[in-house]
């Protein structure tokens, strides 16, 4: 698998958190997406998907599953039923891989902290990866999802 090294950049996001089984991910992001619907957030070049992951749903408990999920912005976000809130993902030296195939068996996740991190001589720098979403949608099917993630490193 390619890894190259870059550096993610100074993001401005609309998010909205998840915390539990990875199995109810989806009810989260249909909140997400009923904001941007209702905002006209969509174009996809340029409000780009994020998934803030927290924790490695392999090794936690599905009680204790942590993901944000995001769309980029250029307007600010106001109060809304959704628990949608602005935040903002910060510039930081990132190792990235792609994955094409299912987001429920992220390959490139997994290769990235299993195999290429412990033999890379980098650190990780404890944030949580970024997943960008490449291409969603109702239109997208299982194998052709595109999503690039993010592993911050130190320094």
């Known amino acids: 698998m390619d890894v190259r090294i870059v550096i993610f950049p100074e993001t401005r996001v609309a998010s909205i958190a998840h915390r539990g089984s990875p199995h109810d991910e989806h009810a989260t992001v249909l909140?997400?997406?009923?904001?941007?619907?209702?905002?006209?957030?969509?174009?996809?070049?340029?409000?780009?998907?994020?998934?803030?992951?927290?924790?490695?749903?392999?090794?936690?408990?599905?009680?204790?599953?942590?993901?944000?999920?995001?769309?980029?912005?250029?307007?600010?976000?106001?109060?809304?039923?959704?628990?949608?809130?602005?935040?903002?993902?910060?510039?930081?030296?990132?190792?990235?891989?792609?994955?094409?195939?299912?987001?429920?068996?992220?390959?490139?996740?997994r290769f990235l902290y299993d195999r290429w991190l412990p033999s890379s001589g980098e650190a990780a720098s404890g944030d949580p990866s970024i997943f960008h979403y490449v291409n969603v949608g109702p239109g997208v099917r299982d194998e052709d999802a595109i999503t690039d993630v993010y592993l911050p490193l130190r320094g």
């Not at 409000?47 to 912005?73: K, N, Q, W």
């Not at 628990?83 to 390959?107: F, H, M, W």
Request: net charge positive; with cysteine.
């Open 31 to 109: 909140k997400l997406v009923a904001w941007k619907r209702e905002h006209g957030l969509l174009d996809q070049a340029r409000h780009r998907m994020y998934g803030l992951h927290y924790t490695d749903p392999r090794s936690v408990a599905p009680d204790e599953h942590r993901v944000d999920f995001c769309l980029s912005i250029d307007g600010e976000v106001a109060a809304n039923p959704y628990g949608v809130v602005e935040r903002i993902i910060p510039p930081q030296r990132c190792a990235l891989a792609r994955d094409v195939g299912s987001r429920r068996d992220n390959q490139a996740a």
